[in-house]
């Protein structure tokens, strides 16, 4: 199993990385060199909407994008469970078909999924998903705190990644409101946790709508997501 260090200074290294395209593909690239798996899917998680949307994947047939997949995660249990729990899962056999949707076709090689919680302090604001795993995984209790602590690393460390150019247009303040609506905190959390008054937090929200170009709260959030300013 790999150690609890191995992983720490491994995740560490990722700080040398400026680009955010790059940035997302080497937590995958890192994920499958640390563990047993032959393949990762890396989405963001919003809890607005209960809504996953797909980011890239990695396999044996290379780099890809699954930007199309995007899914309330109430469809799924083993991922609603994951976050709920903020905890890494694995399931097999029959309760993997049944925790799956139907949606997506499974290949003969594939009868079990391992989900891990990209978390930053208290929220997931993503996770990966693994369907092929090499011959010699054992998913004990050890595995799933290893893949666990992997997760809670690296959302840290893509919450820490310093903001593209992109959000220079918003003022340190509304860029953190926004990371926070994204989270799904409600205006009294956002106040509370930010040790300012549900007002001000009303106008860095409305200032950086404005910023935006946006329509509302949900469209700014999306466009800072297409612009790669949060993750």
Same mark, same amino acid.
Request: net charge neutral.
């Given at each position: 199993?790999?150690?609890?260090?191995?992983?720490?200074?491994?995740?560490?290294?990722?700080?040398?990385?400026?680009?955010?395209?790059?940035?997302?593909?080497?937590?995958?690239?890192?994920?499958?060199?640390?563990?047993?798996?032959?393949?990762?899917?890396?989405?963001?998680?919003? /809890? $607005?909407? *209960?809504? &996953?949307?797909? @980011?890239?994947?990695?396999? !044996? #047939?290379?780099?890809?994008?699954?930007?199309?997949?995007?899914?309330?995660?109430?469809?799924?249990?083993?991922?609603?469970?994951?976050?709920?729990?903020?905890?890494?899962?694995?399931?097999?056999?029959?309760?993997?078909?049944?925790?799956?949707?139907?949606?997506?076709?499974?290949?003969?090689?594939?009868?079990?999924?391992?989900?891990? /919680? $990209?978390? *930053?302090? &208290?929220?997931? @604001?993503?996770?990966?998903? !693994? #369907?092929?795993?090499?011959?010699?995984?054992?998913?004990?209790?050890?595995?799933?705190?290893?893949?666990?602590?992997?997760?809670?690393?690296?959302?840290?460390?893509?919450?820490?990644?310093?903001?593209?150019?992109?959000?220079?247009?918003?003022?340190?303040?509304?860029?953190?409101?926004?990371?926070?609506?994204?989270?799904?905190?409600?205006?009294?959390?956002?106040?509370?946790?930010?040790?300012?008054?549900?007002?001000?937090?009303?106008?860095?929200?409305?200032?950086?709508?404005?910023?935006?170009?946006?329509?509302?709260?949900?469209?700014?959030?999306?466009?800072?997501?297409?612009?790669?300013?949060?993750?």
């Amino acid at each position: 199993m790999t150690a609890i260090y191995t992983i720490e200074e491994h995740v560490r290294k990722l700080d040398a990385i400026s680009s955010h395209e790059e940035k997302l593909f080497k937590i995958i690239e890192l994920f499958m060199e640390l563990f047993p798996v032959n393949d990762a899917y890396l989405y963001r998680y919003s /809890p $607005i909407g *209960y809504f &996953a949307e797909g @980011i890239i994947s990695l396999s !044996s #047939k290379g780099l890809g994008h699954i930007r199309e997949r995007r899914d309330d995660i109430r469809a799924f249990d083993i991922v609603q469970k994951t976050i709920r729990e903020k905890k890494a899962k694995y399931c097999s056999g029959v309760e993997f078909f049944k925790q799956t949707s139907s949606k997506y076709a499974h290949s003969s090689n594939e009868n079990g999924v391992l989900v891990v /919680p $990209i978390c *930053y302090g &208290a929220v997931v @604001i993503g996770f990966i998903c !693994s #369907k092929q795993f090499r011959v010699d995984v054992t998913f004990d209790d050890e595995f799933l705190a290893a893949t666990t602590l992997y997760g809670k690393l690296v959302g840290k460390f893509i919450e820490d990644f310093p903001a593209t150019e992109n959000s220079s247009q918003l003022s340190k303040r509304e860029l953190e409101v926004m990371k926070r609506i994204a989270w799904g905190e409600s205006t009294k959390e956002m106040a509370d946790s930010m040790e300012i008054s549900e007002l001000t937090v009303k106008q860095y929200v409305k200032s950086a709508i404005q910023k935006l170009g946006a329509n509302n709260r949900s469209h700014a959030v999306g466009e800072l997501y297409r612009k790669g300013i949060i993750s």
